[in-house]
């Protein structure tokens, strides 16, 4: 976890958290006196979070994952967000750590948007068996979750001594 990953993503789930849970309670209460404390206690469990969910240990981030998932995004049905949300910093640390909450294979734009690249990046990857196809149709989001998982690779010039 980069100290960079980690502000961008307390700062993210305070706002968010804000937005969809602390200003309608001020909207309802008629005047913000009575969210304060509420607000002020929302930026200490964002760094909280944001740390869950990007450190060492994998239950404790999903466990993290889904309290989030369930507070901010209630429905009926299961959580299935836009390709866009993805790439929000919240987005990338679902993927990382829990995958597609409630889908075991999602379609090569969904794939794509978790993975950051396009659609037919997501093509090659599975042409080249780096991503699983699912048995019933788009690629499945353990494979995906393995891939954002490995160590990154160094690209560059590398130095040959003569």
Do not use: C, Y
């Amino acid at each position: 976890m980069s100290t960079r990953e980690h502000v961008a993503l307390a700062g993210e789930l305070a706002e968010l958290v804000g937005r969809r849970i602390v200003d309608p309670l001020e909207i309802l209460f008629g005047s913000d006196e009575q969210v304060r404390p509420v607000r002020a206690r929302l930026r200490i469990e964002a760094e909280v979070w944001a740390a869950q969910l990007l450190g060492p240990d994998d239950d404790l981030a999903v466990r993290t994952a889904a309290r989030l998932i369930a507070a901010l995004f209630p429905g009926d049905g299961p959580f299935d967000p836009p390709d866009e949300w993805w790439r929000s910093a919240f987005g990338r640390a679902v993927a990382r750590r829990a995958g597609h909450p409630g889908r075991e294979a999602v379609p090569f734009a969904t794939a794509g948007a978790m993975l950051g690249i396009t659609r037919q990046g997501v093509h090659d990857l599975v042409k080249r068996a780096k991503l699983d196809r699912h048995p019933g149709g788009g690629v499945s989001t353990h494979s995906i979750r393995e891939r954002l998982n490995q160590p990154q690779e160094r690209h560059g010039a590398r130095l040959h001594p003569h």
